[in-house]
């Protein structure tokens, strides 16, 4: 496989479920990214890792908690979320964030809902 | 604060009719700015990077342009296959995180 994976693609939980966002990159890349993109509003970068350390947490709650073992996997793992928490998650990677214009290379997304 | 808008929120063309979609941006230390194409159902995907005024950059019948305050995504005689959502962002300082627009949904009509 080649470019970002995302998985999985859509994800329905209750709010006192707990589930994993998983993303894998296959780019060579030492950056990986979480954005939140919901209807109406600007892509929100959530949390970025560089060469498997975290480097910005963009005040985002504790019920969202991320994981990156490895320069190439980033997982986000979900628990006691709210029904504003539904919208479309997107990983991201970049060579690294040692330059301001790095171009981000965006997974297909996984598509939340939570009841 | 650092900002990006992007007008119109929608537009509409018919296939053939020229038009551009704007960018309009206040951030301190521009590093880049990006021009993303989503489609319904995919992740963003990498158009173009701007890095200073007066910069131009062209693919197919798109075309991008950057001055000190805004850019300008020109799109030269459309075809449907053009219709998505095109998303701005712009870098600041020396990380790689983006600051993206709300983006403009651009449907064309055969």
């Known amino acids: 496989e080649t470019g970002v994976t995302q998985t999985p693609r859509h994800l329905v939980m209750g709010m006192t479920n707990k589930k994993s966002l998983k993303c894998e990159q296959h780019l060579g890349h030492n950056a990986m990214y979480w954005y939140k993109q919901s209807a109406k509003k600007p892509l929100e970068l959530m949390f970025v890792y560089n060469f498997k350390e975290q480097t910005e947490n963009n005040s985002v709650p504790s019920r969202f908690s991320p994981e990156c073992p490895n320069s190439s996997h980033l997982f986000l793992h979900l628990h006691t979320l709210q029904p504003e928490d539904s919208a479309l998650y997107l990983c991201a990677s970049s060579r690294d964030t040692s330059s301001g214009a790095n171009v981000l290379t965006f997974g297909a997304g996984s598509r939340l809902t939570v009841l | 604060e650092d900002q990006v808008t992007q007008s119109p929120e929608a537009l509409r063309l018919q296939e053939g009719e020229s038009s551009s979609l704007n960018c309009s941006y206040t951030?301190?230390?521009?590093?880049?700015l990006f021009w993303y194409r989503q489609d319904p159902g995919k992740g963003p995907e990498f158009l173009f990077t701007l890095y200073s005024a007066g910069e131009e950059k062209e693919k197919e019948r798109l075309k991008a342009t950057l001055t000190k305050k805004e850019s300008f995504l020109h799109i030269t005689a459309p075809k449907p296959e053009d219709s998505a959502t095109y998303l701005c962002?712009?870098?600041?300082?020396?990380?790689?995180?983006?600051?993206f627009g709300k983006g403009t949904k651009l449907s064309v009509k055969p």
């Open positions: 951030v301190s230390g521009l590093r880049g």
């Open positions: 962002a712009v870098s600041r300082g020396s990380q790689g995180n983006l600051i």
